[in-house]
């Protein structure tokens, strides 16, 4: 079983700054098969982004993922007020599918 | 529009039975793709118990497989989890998911449609 750890747990920022948030995989993830969500107080988890890079339906460009193997990437380019949330990567391998701990985006 | 909304007690006694169910609208759950429960503890991170195919290829958490039991309903547009011996442990927010792959024929497998989420606790 593929284990996901997320980095850092809890980012403190302000608005309009960078985000960058890691998720690396125990083991080599099938190609490129990572997900992220991002879930707010509350509500659902909402996916962002699909194999590692591409943005799901209606995800502003200010998202975008990268990283392939065992190192990905979420990057928020410059952080609007609503993006203050948590964000989970996913991946799928051996029929198994696992989430990340999960990282804070907080307000500075 | 898939809407996907879960359904069942929002609390069961230790040693009991969790059953909740997932109705599904928008889509049919047989078309196609497959469908996931994931849970939530208060506080912590997402979950992943299983995920099914309506014709009954179901893959499992390695952690719940014995204590989790699934049926579906194609006529309602429904699927359902049944979760034995519960403990304080399964205390959770449980959400339905519809999983889907961007590449057919390839493992590249997420969630893209869930539920609201129902809190099922586990209380005496």
């Known amino acids: 079983e593929v284990v996901l750890t997320q980095s850092p747990g809890t980012l403190s920022l302000s608005p309009g700054e960078r985000a960058t948030l890691s998720c690396r995989a125990s083991?080599?993830?099938?190609?490129?098969?990572l997900a992220w969500y991002q879930q707010k107080p509350g509500q659902a988890p909402r996916l962002l982004i699909y194999?590692?890079?591409t943005r799901a339906t209606g995800i502003p460009d200010r998202f975008s993922g990268s990283g392939s193997g065992t190192d990905f990437t979420l990057t928020i380019s410059r952080l609007e007020p609503e993006d203050f949330a948590v964000y989970y990567c996913?991946?799928?391998?051996?029929?198994?599918?696992?989430f990340g701990q999960g990282s804070k985006v907080e307000i500075k | 529009q898939v809407q996907l909304q879960e359904s069942g007690p929002g609390l069961v006694k230790p040693s009991e039975t969790l059953s909740l169910t997932c109705t599904v609208s928008?889509?049919?759950?047989?078309?196609?793709?497959?469908w996931a429960w994931i849970r939530q503890p208060p506080g912590k991170g997402l979950e992943w118990i299983l995920s099914?195919?309506?014709?009954?290829?179901?893959y499992y958490s390695p952690s719940l497989r014995s204590r989790v039991t699934i049926s579906v309903e194609t006529s309602k547009n429904q699927f359902s989890l049944n979760l034995t011996s519960v403990t304080a442990a399964d205390t959770a927010v449980y959400y339905c998911?519809?999983?889907?792959?961007?590449?057919?024929?390839?493992?590249?497998?997420?969630?893209?449609?869930w539920g609201h989420g129902t809190l099922v606790t586990v209380s005496s």
């Open positions: 083991d080599s993830v099938i190609s490129r098969y």
């Open positions: 099914l195919y309506h014709s009954g290829n179901t």
């Open positions: 996913q991946q799928y391998g051996g029929s198994l599918w696992t």
């Open positions: 194999g590692a890079s």
């Open positions: 998911a519809r999983v889907v792959t961007a590449t057919p024929g390839t493992p590249d497998y997420y969630f893209d449609y």
């Open positions: 928008g889509f049919s759950i047989s078309g196609g793709y497959y």
